[in-house]
C-alpha cells in the first residue's frame, strides 16, 4: 500500500527557533501534499495544500511567512515552522495523493514542543 | 467552504455491541466521503470510504451509507471488540481539501 514517510517524529526546541519537518511518499508520486494540525482532543486542521512545482495553498488564518512550505518534488514536501514559539506546540501531520481521484495517506505525524 | 459535521463525540459500548457514527456535509459538490480510525498519538487510518455515485458499502464489520440528498453519511461497526476504541473521524472531500469532521471517541468496554 502506500507509504507516507514523516520525520522528525517528535521535536523539541526552544522559542525562536526554526524547525524542519520532511514529509516523503515512499513507493508513489504524490501530486499533491497537505499539511495539517492536529491540537490535543481536537480534529485534524487544514493548514496549506500544494502541489509539486507550485506554491502552496494556504488556508484562511495560518501565515504563509510563518510555516513555509516547499513542495520541489513528487516524493518530498517540507514544512518550516519560522520563529516558533509555545503556541505553535502541537501536531503536525501531512498526507499525501497521487491523483485526484485517489485517497489521502497520511504520515505518522510531528510532535512539536516548544519551551 | 464545505463544513462536516459529526456525532456523537463520545460513544461508550458493550462489546459485541454495534457502534454508529454520523457526519453531515454541506457542500453538495462533495464527492468522496473516507472514515479514519486515530489511535492516541499516531497518524489517521482510512478504515473505509465511498464515493457519491455508491449509497452503501461494506467491508467484514465496517459499513458506510451514504443518503446524497440529505447529505448524510454514517459509519457503522458490528460486533465492537476493545480493539475498536479510538477517535474516528468522518471527512468530506469536494475539489481537492479533505475537511474533517470533529471525530468521536469510541470505547468499547469488554
Known amino acids: 500500500g502506500a507509504v507516507v514517510s514523516q520525520h522528525p517524529s517528535w521535536v523539541i526546541c526552544k522559542s525562536g527557533t526554526s524547525v524542519k519537518i520532511e514529509c516523503r511518499s515512499l513507493?508513489?508520486?504524490?501530486?499533491?501534499m497537505f499539511w495539517y494540525r492536529q491540537f490535543p482532543k481536537q480534529s485534524l486542521m487544514l493548514m496549506a495544500t500544494?502541489?509539486?512545482?507550485?506554491?502552496?495553498?494556504?488556508e484562511q488564518g495560518v501565515e504563509k511567512d510563518k510555516f513555509l512550505i516547499n513542495h520541489a518534488s513528487l516524493t518530498l514536501s517540507t514544512l518550516t515552522v519560522t520563529s516558533a514559539h509555545p503556541e505553535d506546540s502541537s501536531f503536525y501531520i501531512c498526507?499525501?495523493?497521487?491523483?485526484?481521484?485517489?485517497?489521502?495517506?497520511f504520515g505518522d505525524g510531528t510532535r512539536l514542543s516548544i519551551l | 467552504g464545505e463544513n462536516v459535521e459529526q456525532h456523537p463525540s463520545t460513544l461508550s459500548v458493550q462489546e459485541g455491541d454495534s457502534a454508529v457514527i454520523k457526519c453531515t456535509y454541506s457542500?453538495?459538490?462533495?464527492?468522496?466521503f473516507p472514515w479514519y480510525k486515530q489511535e492516541l498519538g499516531k497518524r489517521p487510518q482510512l478504515i473505509i470510504d465511498?464515493?457519491?455515485?455508491?449509497g452503501e458499502k461494506k467491508d467484514q464489520r465496517i459499513a458506510v451509507t451514504l443518503n446524497k440528498t440529505a447529505k448524510h453519511f454514517s459509519l457503522h461497526i458490528t460486533e465492537t471488540q476493545p480493539e475498536d476504541s479510538a477517535v474516528y473521524f468522518c471527512?468530506?472531500?469536494?475539489?481537492?481539501?479533505?475537511?474533517f469532521g470533529t471525530g468521536t471517541r469510541l470505547l468499547v468496554s469488554p
Open positions: 498526507s499525501a495523493r497521487g491523483r485526484s481521484n485517489q485517497p489521502q495517506h
Open positions: 513507493d508513489f508520486q504524490a501530486t499533491t
Open positions: 500544494s502541489n509539486e512545482g507550485s506554491k502552496a495553498t494556504y
Open positions: 457542500d453538495s459538490a462533495s464527492n468522496y
Open positions: 465511498i464515493r457519491s455515485n455508491v
Open positions: 471527512a468530506a472531500r469536494g475539489f481537492q481539501k479533505l475537511v
